[in-house]
C-alpha cells in the first residue's frame, strides 16, 4: 500500500512469512526504491533451501495418515491461541544522540544493543503486566544467519531463534541482565548451534494435522513476547531524488493470547520500536524507554 503526499509517502509491506523473513522486507523495500529512482535491477538467483543451506539432508514431504486429519467439519484453534485478529500497534523513535549513548554504553558494559533492549523489555513488562511479575519470562529472538551462510542480502526465508529464559526471583540489575540477555543467544549465533536447532525441528514438523501442528507452535515459539532486531539498515538511505527516512517494523504475531512483538530497526542512526500486541496495555515502549534512560542516565528523547 502506497499512501502519497507532495513531499513524502508511506509505503506498508505486507508479506507471507513462508517466503522472507523481517531483513527481506527490508531488502525489498530497498529495491522498490531503487525501482523508483530509476535503477534497473537484475534478476535475483533463487535461493536453496534453508536445510541445503545449513548441510542437512534434504527431508521429503510426508502427508499426514488419514488417521490424523478430521474426518468433517472446520478444526477449532486451541484455547490458547488468540481468537481476536485485531491487532494494536505503537511505535516510539529514540534520537541519535539516546541510540548512540546507549551503544557506547552497551559497548562499555560487555553487551550489545539487542542484550539492552532484550533486558528493558523484560523488567518494563514486569512493570506493565502482572503475569510477568512471578512467573518465568522468556524473550524470543529471531536470528539472522547470512552472514553464516555466506549468502547475498536477498529475499528468503532464513532466520533461526533464539530464546532467553528469565526466573521470576532473578537479577534485575539492569547491565547484569543484558549481559545474561546476550549470552543466553550465543548458541543460537553460531553455525553449529542454528544447525543443530534446524535438525531438531524439521523432522518433528513432517506430517502434523492441524491440532499437532498448533501444540507444537505452543510448546516451541509461546514465549511471552518477541523481540525482532533488524539492527542498522545494511544500505545507504539516499537513492537518487528519494531518501528512506524510516523504517518501522517487523510487524509480526504468532497467534497466542498474550502475543507481544518487539520489531527493532535502526535508520539514519536512530532506533525506532514498533510493539505490536492483540492485548492493549498501558504503554510499554514507553516504560522501556524510562528503563533504558535510568540504566544509561541520558535524558529522554522524543517521541
Known sequence: MLLHQAHRSVFILTAHHSIGDGISSSFLVRDVLRALSGEHLEALPVIPSVEKLFGLPRNTPVEASSESQPATGAVGRPGTYQKDPRPQIRRLRLSQEFTNSLMERSRKEGTTVHGALSAALVLAGRQV???????????????????????????????????????????????????FMKSGLSSSQTHEGASFALELLTP??????????????????????????????????????????????????????????????????????????????????EVMEQVLTTACAIEASST
Not at 547475498?152 to 534485575?172: A, K, R, Y
Open 129 to 179: 503486566y502482572s503475569e510477568w511479575k512471578e512467573n518465568l519470562v522468556r524473550i524470543l529472538s529471531p536470528v539472522d544467519p547470512r552472514k553464516l551462510l555466506g549468502i547475498v542480502d536477498n529475499v528468503t526465508l532464513t532466520f533461526t531463534t533464539g530464546q532467553v529464559s528469565v526466573e521470576p526471583c532473578g537479577n534485575t540489575d539492569f547491565w547484569e541482565l543484558a549481559r
Open 204 to 285: 518433528a514438523v513432517k506430517g502434523l494435522d492441524i491440532q499437532s501442528a498448533a501444540q507444537l507452535g505452543l510448546h516451541v515459539f509461546k514465549g511471552e513476547a518477541m523481540l525482532s532486531n533488524l539492527g542498522n539498515v545494511r544500505y545507504d538511505t539516499t537513492f537518487g531524488k528519494l531518501k528512506l527516512e524510516a523504517l518501522w517494523g517487523p510487524s509480526v504475531l504468532r497467534g497466542f493470547e498474550g502475543d507481544q512483538t518487539i520489531g527493532v530497526a535502526t535508520v539514519n542512526g536512530s532506533l525506532r520500536l514498533l510493539h505490536t500486541t492483540f492485548n492493549p496495555q498501558p504503554p510499554l515502549l
